[in-house]
Nanobody, 129 residues
Framework: QVQLVESGGGSVQAGGSLRLSCAAS????????MAWFRQGPGKEREGIAA????????YYVDSVKGRFTISADNAKYTVYLKINSLKPEDTGMYYC??????????????????????WGQGTQVTVSP
């Protein structure tokens, strides 16, 4: 059974940095599309970054480009999200998601949460002014 476990969240001041981790298990041969989603207080869950395990291509929404970096260590089945220059508006629950087919990345549909069957429990990021 596929499991995703996020870690690395916390409470930080604006301008700080965090590195979130998503440890995956339960699959071996798949080269999935792995994505990070964020859900702020009272907001919809939105896709913010993705990485295609097959070739390492990365994708970002415009609002996080330049501050967020997604990466994958296929040997460890772990995906990371490095967040620099944190802002109060980055506050929210951060979720890792996996599309084992890889289609979400290859098709450009990665921000759409409907493509992901597997989700982690989330890790909370709180940024104070």
């Amino acid at each position: 059974q596929v499991q995703l476990v996020e870690s690395g969240g916390g409470s930080v001041q604006a301008g700080g940095s965090l590195r979130l981790s998503c440890a995956a298990s339960g699959y071996t041969k798949a080269r999935p599309c792995m994505a990070w989603f964020r859900q702020g207080p009272g907001k919809e869950r939105e896709g913010i970054a993705a990485v295609y395990s097959t070739d390492g291509r990365t994708y970002y929404v415009d609002s996080v480009k330049g501050r967020f970096t997604i990466s994958a260590d296929n040997a460890k089945y772990t995906v990371y999200l490095k967040i620099n220059s944190l802002k109060p508006e980055d506050t929210g629950m951060y979720y890792c998601a996996a599309d084992l087919s890889g289609y979400a990345c290859g098709s450009g549909s990665w921000p759409n949460k409907a493509w992901y069957v597997y989700w982690g429990q989330g890790t909370q990021v709180t940024v104070s002014p």
